[in-house]
């Protein structure tokens, strides 16, 4: 839950122009393993992968959303919003996502299994991703793959359990 809310705060603090993917590892003051972190940003949306030894991946979606903050996150949570997620021309990933609300915006975090990190390791033009909520769809952001591929590889590699 912490490098959620560095993840948030990094992203939303950083440039708000579409970038390339950028890597960042933060070491832990308290002892804990690092926190890897792939990125990018486009206009005032984020989208990271995020991992460390200890922990599965995840992945972040960042919005810009303040309008979810009156009914809190877990009255959000309790309508399941999903993340869509589509590499490429691959299908559509439809993964439960859970709410952390920021006075930034939304961000929405799911648990991103192997077969998706690498799915958008090898992606080659472009990651779509969207907010499913109550059947409607929002946020549609498609995202930059320039330099996925390397800084994707380098958090699996801070965080392989080698």
Known sequence: MRFTLAVV???????????????????SAFGDDPTSIAFTLKTRYGLSLNCTKSWYFTLVFVTPDKSLDEFGEELVD??????????????????????????MGASFLIKAEEGLVKSAMMARSEITVALE????????????????????????RDCSSD
């Open 9 to 27: 705060l990094f992203l939303f603090i950083g440039n708000q122009a579409e970038a390339k993917w950028h890597y960042q590892k933060d070491n």
């Open 133 to 156: 909520l109550l059947g409607e769809i929002y946020h549609e952001t498609s995202f930059s793959v320039k330099g996925s591929s390397k800084q994707i590889s380098r958090i699996q």
């Open 78 to 103: 309790v309508v399941q919003p999903k993340l869509l997620i589509k590499i490429d021309d691959g299908p559509i990933r439809r993964e439960p996502a859970e709410t952390h609300l920021t006075p």
